[in-house]
């Protein structure tokens, strides 16, 4: 993190906008958080938003700076890389559950981009645990294997869009 001296003030909200602040950083954690996307490739490919390549190096940069996420070599391919949420980015599980949850109150969202939000909205604190520890399994490690949130949200997009191409 910036030495103190550097930093607006030592308030907790600052400090914690000055590491998710941006346009980007918080939609990169929310691409390894809920799409389980490691690899550049994939973060640059499947963003929704269309995040640029430039824009994608310099974020991973700063997050792997914040110690917001890590960056390991892949065994399996010499020049790829594996980003890994650390401990401080999994413990944003719920602030990602709370704004996905104010935004798809608020804002007109599409059902198929809203409806992980809506089941984290109502599965409330113990499913951010339950997916906590399943991240802490694949990005740390850990030993576990119990209920898999990340699976459910998946299935759950999957069969909303399944069922709009059905309309259609």
Not at 84 to 107: C, D, F, K, N, Y
Not at 140 to 158: D, H, K, M, N
């Amino acid at each position: 993190m910036a030495e103190s001296h550097a930093l607006r003030s030592g308030c907790p909200i600052n400090l914690t906008l000055e590491i998710l602040g941006d346009r980007w950083s918080l939609l990169v954690l929310r691409d390894l958080m809920f799409g389980n996307r490691r690899h550049f490739r994939e973060l640059l490919g499947k963003s929704e938003e269309g995040i640029a390549s430039n824009i994608l190096a310099d974020r991973l940069k700063k997050l792997m700076a914040q110690g917001m996420i890590s960056r390991a070599d892949d065994p399996t391919h010499k020049q790829k890389a594996i980003y890994s949420l650390t401990e401080r980015a999994i413990q944003l599980v719920p602030i990602m559950a709370m704004v996905g949850g104010w935004g798809r109150r608020h804002l007109p969202v599409s059902e198929e981009l809203s409806i992980r939000a809506e089941l984290l909205e109502a599965g409330g604190p113990a499913m951010w645990e339950a997916f906590m520890d399943e991240l802490r399994v694949l990005h740390l490690g850990a030993p576990g294997g119990g209920r898999s949130v990340l699976a459910e949200l998946q299935a759950a997009y999957e069969a909303v869009v399944a069922r709009n191409a059905a309309r259609y």
